[in-house]
């Protein structure tokens, strides 16, 4: 049994009714939060306890990210042969399709656990990932659950299907780990449906997925009008815009995740509140690769819910977060917007879609929630309550640092030092990993 009381800090309970306790603590048992309250209360009601001193810090739930590409790892510093890409599709063509078909079972596992490490170090302990990796493809899900479980990372995972390379690839892969995570029903680990997109799934290849995923019920995991020629596509081949298309094949739905959903008119957005299909929103990697601005505060005030995810650009929500925040005020040219809609996204919205597809109470702390807990060094030099507790987060802890790192009550990181993994070793190995990866690429 494990047992200790994170105390002296500024609690963030976050939650329904965000409460904020100076000289606060939090007692946690195993691997969930027993108590909340004042330090001196709960050190003189547990008094036998392990102590950590939080003083300076902020005690707040773990971050989550609920769309992540692992795998995308060894792409950091690599120079792609030939020509710059000029849209979205030659990025695919020229970058992503070439690396992920050269991944072997080493570059998928450690492509995996150095983002988990960076997950450890920017407070981040839950992610939902979709993965690619065709030359390795089955038993790839296995792999990245092992790194997931070296490293203490509350994990959803799913392969991306696709026509790409032969029609319907992926598919068995899926269906084994959803079966799979079914039956061990591990709050740690869990499985959606991936796809990769619209414009490289055929009609028969969505109506398969469909069909392997009716006795599961998992939720599938898309990339959705992202660029505009994945709107194009669907338009001259089948008459009818993206999401459209999706949801007649059963695509969709209240588990469901369509990311990016960035070139989508009015009628999609309705399809997609009635469906109660999840949005995730993903602005650096849309600025990025330059395929527009998603309407998300249009998405929400129609009532879809919306999450923040990375796209593999990084693991830190909390900077992902201020993107999102300048993004929309930039993209409707007013300054009175997006100020509770960004940290929506990442405080309330993704724990509502993570706790779809994990058994366990997440993004607060408070009796019974799962032990997730993130210590952030921040000392306010104004006024710190509930009422202001949005410019803060917005203007100060957006880059505040990490200190201490639990999940589900094991502690991962403290005093900025990781406690299960040798960073230097695994980037070494990494380093040379990747050499090996680029070569073949030429």
Same mark, same amino acid.
């Given at each position: 049994?494990?047992?200790?009381?994170?105390?002296?800090?500024?609690?963030?309970?976050?939650?329904?009714?965000?409460?904020?306790?100076?000289?606060?603590?939090?007692?946690?048992?195993?691997?969930?939060?027993?108590?909340?309250?004042?330090?001196?209360?709960?050190?003189?009601?547990?008094?036998?306890?392990?102590?950590?001193?939080?003083?300076?810090?902020?005690?707040?739930?773990?971050?989550?990210?609920?769309?992540?590409?692992?795998?995308?790892?060894?792409?950091?510093?690599?120079?792609?042969?030939?020509?710059?890409?000029?849209?979205?599709?030659?990025?695919?063509?020229?970058?992503?399709?070439?690396?992920?078909?050269?991944?072997?079972?080493?570059?998928?596992?450690?492509?995996?656990?150095?983002?988990?490490?960076?997950?450890?170090?920017?407070?981040?302990?839950?992610?939902?990932?979709?993965?690619?990796?065709?030359?390795?493809?089955?038993?790839?899900?296995?792999?990245?659950?092992?790194?997931?479980?070296?490293?203490?990372?509350?994990?959803?995972?799913?392969?991306?299907?696709?026509?790409?390379?032969?029609?319907?690839?992926?598919?068995?892969?899926?269906?084994?780990?959803?079966?799979?995570?079914?039956?061990?029903? =591990?709050? @740690?680990? *869990?499985? +959606? &449906?991936?796809?990769?997109?619209?414009?490289?799934?055929?009609?028969?290849?969505?109506? %398969?997925?469909?069909?392997?995923?009716?006795?599961?019920?998992?939720?599938?995991?898309?990339?959705?009008?992202?660029?505009?020629?994945?709107?194009?596509?669907?338009?001259?081949?089948?008459?009818?815009?993206?999401?459209?298309?999706?949801?007649?094949?059963?695509?969709?739905?209240?588990?469901?995740?369509?990311?990016?959903?960035?070139?989508?008119?009015?009628?999609?957005?309705?399809?997609?509140?009635?469906?109660?299909?999840?949005?995730?929103?993903?602005?650096?990697?849309?600025?990025?690769?330059?395929?527009?601005?998603?309407?998300?505060?249009?998405?929400?005030?129609?009532?879809?819910?919306?999450?923040?995810?990375? =796209?593999? @650009?990084? *693991?830190? +929500? &909390?900077?992902?977060?201020?993107?999102?925040?300048?993004?929309?005020?930039?993209?409707? %040219?007013?300054?009175?917007?997006?100020?509770?809609?960004?940290?929506?996204?990442?405080?309330?919205?993704?724990?509502?879609?993570?706790?779809?597809?994990?058994?366990?109470?997440?993004?607060?702390?408070?009796?019974?929630?799962?032990?997730?807990?993130?210590?952030?060094?921040?000392?306010?030099?104004?006024?710190?309550?509930?009422?202001?507790?949005?410019?803060?987060?917005?203007?100060?802890?957006?880059?505040?640092?990490?200190?201490?790192?639990?999940?589900?009550?094991?502690?991962?990181?403290?005093?900025?030092?990781?406690?299960?993994?040798?960073?230097?070793?695994?980037?070494?190995?990494?380093?040379?990993?990747?050499?090996?990866?680029?070569?073949?690429?030429?």
């Amino acid at each position: 049994m494990s047992e200790f009381i994170i105390g002296k800090g500024i609690v963030v309970t976050l939650g329904k009714k965000n409460r904020i306790i100076h000289d606060g603590a939090v007692y946690i048992k195993n691997d969930k939060i027993v108590d909340v309250g004042k330090t001196e209360k709960l050190v003189l009601k547990y008094k036998k306890c392990k102590f950590i001193d939080a003083s300076g810090k902020i005690i707040m739930p773990g971050m989550i990210c609920t769309h992540h590409h692992l795998y995308s790892t060894m792409a950091r510093g690599m120079c792609p042969l030939g020509e710059p890409a000029a849209n979205f599709v030659q990025i695919l063509e020229r970058l992503w399709w070439k690396l992920d078909y050269a991944l072997t079972d080493d570059d998928v596992y450690y492509s995996a656990i150095m983002p988990y490490i960076e997950c450890i170090r920017n407070g981040t302990t839950t992610i939902i990932d979709h993965h690619a990796s065709p030359s390795c493809r089955d038993g790839s899900l296995d792999i990245i659950e092992n790194a997931a479980r070296k490293a203490g990372i509350r994990s959803c995972l799913c392969y991306e299907v696709s026509d790409r390379n032969f029609q319907g690839a992926g598919i068995a892969e899926n269906v084994r780990f959803i079966k799979k995570c079914k039956k061990n029903k =591990d709050p @740690m680990i *869990s499985a +959606m &449906f991936g796809l990769h997109a619209s414009f490289t799934c055929s009609t028969k290849t969505l109506d %398969k997925c469909v069909a392997e995923n009716e006795n599961f019920g998992a939720g599938f995991h898309i990339h959705v009008a992202e660029d505009l020629a994945d709107r194009k596509d669907s338009m001259k081949k089948y008459k009818m815009p993206t999401v459209t298309r999706l949801l007649k094949h059963g695509i969709g739905g209240e588990k469901s995740l369509f990311v990016h959903c960035i070139h989508i008119n009015d009628t999609e957005m309705a399809q997609l509140a009635e469906s109660g299909t999840t949005v995730v929103h993903n602005p650096e990697s849309n600025m990025n690769n330059a395929v527009g601005v998603s309407k998300v505060l249009d998405m929400m005030n129609k009532g879809i819910l919306v999450g923040l995810g990375t =796209d593999g @650009m990084t *693991s830190n +929500m &909390f900077l992902q977060m201020r993107v999102a925040y300048l993004l929309q005020r930039l993209d409707k %040219k007013d300054p009175r917007v997006a100020f509770s809609e960004a940290p929506q996204l990442l405080l309330w919205n993704n724990p509502k879609i993570a706790m779809k597809h994990f058994p366990v109470k997440l993004g607060e702390i408070s009796k019974d929630a799962v032990a997730d807990v993130i210590l952030v060094d921040y000392d306010p030099i104004t006024p710190f309550n509930a009422d202001n507790f949005l410019g803060h987060f917005i203007f100060g802890l957006y880059d505040a640092k990490v200190d201490t790192t639990i999940c589900n009550g094991k502690i991962l990181m403290q005093n900025k030092k990781l406690c299960k993994l040798d960073s230097a070793a695994l980037a070494a190995k990494t380093t040379e990993l990747a050499k090996k990866m680029w070569k073949r690429l030429e």
